[in-house]
């Protein structure tokens, strides 16, 4: 008897220590491309998303972009810091004493985002210059060249948050259920909130569908665009949203014919179910008219 009982022990063990634990995945995100992938906290792709949220509201190339986030990977990991060497603050580590606004600003990561595009668009040819000149003539750091590391996780994660990679990114939220079952409950209207903030008003997010609980934005920008300008622009909304379906308890994000859902997030993105299955109708219409619908935890 004490023998089974030391054998089942070690079993235990064994398979805790050693991968075979069952559960749901680590909450995170990644963001996958052919031959390359690169892996984030929810807290980085939420910070990620904001940049190019941002970067899209000026109407700035994909390049800007790029820069940013290599930036930003290299001075604060894509985190919101509020600390670093001297007075240096927040995603890009810009000081108070040199002029880029006060503590509470830099710390505020559209305000940060907003100010770095300022002086970058400044620079003559920044487009055309190696990202590591650009970004050095925006930052003015003591290491220039340490940018240059940063380029292809930076290249990758441009593509897929400005909406060129469908489905690139997806993140799991570390629970099996969704938010609403475990109480964590999501507010629409903060929702759209956060989308006119960042991605300026043309965004044009709407909650009266009838859907309380769901925010619907039209993939197309205002004034009309090409098919494939509305694909690409539905994308850059999408993976947004489920990069900041930690923080804003969202439960379902939809487009394109594919959904994302919290309870099987480990799945990924998904192929949308035909109306009249088990598929959400709501979802169902969207893939009919080109809308980004985003439903948060009731």
């Not at 949203?241 to 487009?255: C, G, M, N, P, R």
């Not at 099987?264 to 980004?292: C, M």
Request: charged share 15%; with cysteine; net charge positive.
């Amino acid at each position: 008897m004490t023998a089974v009982v030391l054998l089942l022990a070690a079993g235990v063990y064994v398979a805790y220590h050693f991968g075979y634990q069952h559960g749901p995945a680590q909450a995170g995100c990644t963001v996958k491309a052919p031959g390359d992938e690169m892996t984030l906290s929810v807290t980085q792709a939420g910070n990620a998303a904001t940049i190019a949220a941002v970067a899209a509201s000026r109407g700035l190339p994909e390049r800007a972009l790029t820069i940013a986030l290599a930036t930003s990977l290299q001075e604060s990991r894509l985190e919101n810091l509020d600390h670093g060497d001297r007075d240096s603050l927040g995603l890009f580590q810009q000081r108070p004493s040199q002029g880029w606004g006060t503590d509470q600003q830099i710390l505020d990561p559209v305000y940060a985002s907003n100010v770095f595009f300022d002086s970058l668009v400044k620079i003559k040819g920044y487009t055309r210059l190696p990202l590591t000149v650009a970004a050095q003539r925006v930052q003015k750091s003591g290491y220039p060249q340490a940018y240059a590391k940063q380029e292809a996780d930076a290249t990758l994660l441009a593509t897929a948050l400005s909406g060129h990679d469908a489905g690139a990114l997806s993140c799991t939220t570390g629970s099996d259920t969704p938010y609403s079952a475990g109480g964590r409950l999501g507010n629409a209207a903060t929702v759209a909130a956060r989308l006119t903030r960042e991605f300026g008003a043309a965004v044009k997010p709407s909650t009266d569908d009838g859907q309380p609980r769901t925010v619907s934005v039209p993939s197309a920008p205002a004034g009309g665009a090409a098919e494939g300008d509305g694909d690409r622009r539905g994308w850059e909304l999408a993976q947004w949203a489920v990069a900041h379906a930690h923080d804003l308890k969202v439960q379902q994000v939809s487009f394109g014919g594919m959904n994302w859902q919290a309870a099987q997030s480990g799945k990924g993105w998904q192929k949308l179910k035909a109306p009249g299955g088990k598929g959400s109708p709501v979802a169902a219409g969207a893939a009919a008219d080109r809308r980004v619908l985003i439903t948060v935890a009731r």
